[in-house]
């Protein structure tokens, strides 16, 4: 399904502001339907928390304690997920998993210390394929000890909806076809920006998130100059030139830059670039901060031992032309479709493994791994950006290095969360260290 142009434009026109109500480390979400407008003045019947979609910014400090009581009032069972933080395992809101879904009138206390700086989100991970794409997800932002210094923090959200002309939410979410192509992809597409106005000269910092659960977004970025900093909330050892931004589902890339016109978020198509939303770059800053756009603090993990104690191969298979496999459903790992009661493989704590990650099928898949970040490996065999969700075009392999050093049980799956719900999910299991 292709995004249109005219209702991009209309929504251009539309866009509000991203709610940044900026939530203490100690809060409540509390998980309900709520309206939002995607088609000008329209409203749209949706998921959300504390009465928005996205939810509420949650900000705080690397290594501070996060307390969230999450109060379902959606209508139906639910659990958060938080995506990319080194969480302890009963955090991690995988019904099924690491704790049962919370019913619709209960509640859940997650509590846990965000040991890295970075942006990052937190989303449903019940019926995820459906849940998340009524709205239910927001921002989650752990500042540096001593953050960067920047005139603004921006997060923009990146989603496309799929809608109907009357402005509600196409139904089947569930859908078959879907989950066996691309996912559900939307008609819709928005860049949610916390800001809407900057100034010529403005040294910002964009956090951009794509909650889509579905769609990979290819971004370009007009109107500044500056840097990626990080991907998936990880600091790269040395920034990079602003080009080539992909982000899949999942995933997320921060910049850092200089404005030099409106910060407009096009979407590259055939037809031309589609902006997704802009900026306004008004007046000029009369003193810029100017200079060097720096690394962000390093992070803080174990280091992969030289050689892997292990190496493992994950075979994506299945999907429409994708040929047959073993599972049992429309997606399968290695042909095993969906959760098994045996982990595909258990590590004993502090393994560093080697997993060559192979797409035999015709799509693309974004694989997540829970409660870790892991390498890419590079062409030349180095090791590349730090990631927990990692992109894998049709046909494509990549290996990843992981140590597994985050004892419990973790769920590896495709992000494109069609997938992960016709087949595409598998766990592993961390032992603890021993004592
Ligand atoms: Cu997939």
Redesign the pocket.
């Known amino acids: 399904m292709a995004i249109s142009r005219r209702m991009l434009l209309a929504a251009g026109a539309a866009a509000g502001l991203m709610p940044r109500t900026g939530l203490a480390a100690t809060t409540v979400l509390r998980g309900e339907p709520v309206m939002a407008e995607i088609l000008p003045e329209l409203l749209t019947p949706m998921l959300g928390f504390n009465g928005t979609t996205p939810g509420p910014e949650i900000r705080v400090r690397q290594g501070e304690a996060l307390d969230v009581r999450f109060e379902n009032r959606t209508g139906e069972p639910s659990a958060i997920h938080w995506h990319g933080i080194r969480l302890e395992n009963a955090m991690d809101g995988v019904p099924g998993l690491t704790q049962d879904a919370v019913a619709h009138g209960d509640s859940f206390e997650y509590s846990f210390v965000a040991p890295d700086a970075g942006t990052f989100w937190y989303h449903s991970h019940h019926r995820s394929w459906e849940q998340v794409a009524k709205g239910l997800y927001g921002p989650l932002i752990v500042e540096e000890t001593n953050p960067p210094i920047v005139d603004h923090d921006i997060t923009v959200m990146i989603d496309d909806w799929r809608v109907e002309q009357d402005g509600s939410l196409a139904g089947g979410f569930g859908n078959m076809h879907d989950f066996a192509h691309a ?1 559900r992809l939307g008609n819709q597409g928005e860049a949610l920006a916390s800001r809407s106005e900057v100034r010529l000269g403005d040294r910002v910092r964009l956090r951009m998130i794509n909650a889509a659960t579905a769609r990979t977004f290819p971004m370009e970025i007009a109107g500044i100059e500056g840097r990626i900093v990080a991907l998936d909330g990880m600091p790269l050892r040395d920034p990079e030139e602003i080009a080539d931004i992909v982000l899949a589902s999942a995933q997320r890339v921060d910049v850092i830059a200089d404005v030099t016109g409106d910060v407009m978020f096009n979407f590259p198509t055939a037809d031309g670039p589609l902006e997704l939303s802009r900026i306004k770059a008004v007046v000029e800053n009369a003193f810029p901060l100017g200079g060097e756009i720096g690394p962000l603090p390093p992070p803080v993990l174990a280091r992969p031992s030289d050689v892997s104690d292990r190496e493992l191969s994950l075979r ?1 298979q299945g ?1 429409a032309m994708g040929g047959r496999h073993a599972g049992e459903d429309i ?1 399968s790992f290695n042909g095993v479709s969906g959760m098994q009661q045996e982990p595909w493989a258990t590590f004993r704590s502090g393994e560093t493994v080697r997993i060559a990650l192979v797409n035999e ?1 015709a ?5 997540h791994l829970h409660g870790h970040h892991f390498y890419e490996i590079s062409a030349d065999g180095s090791l590349g950006a730090l990631r927990d969700t990692t992109l894998i075009n049709a046909g494509e392999s990549r290996a990843i290095v992981c140590v597994f050093d985050n004892p419990g049980n973790w769920l590896l799956h ?3 969360l ?3 719900a016709s087949g ?1 999910k598998t766990w592993v299991e961390v032992k603890p260290p021993p004592v």
């Open positions: 996912g994506m999907g997606w099928t799509f693309a898949h974004n694989i495709c992000h494109t069609g997938h992960q595409m």
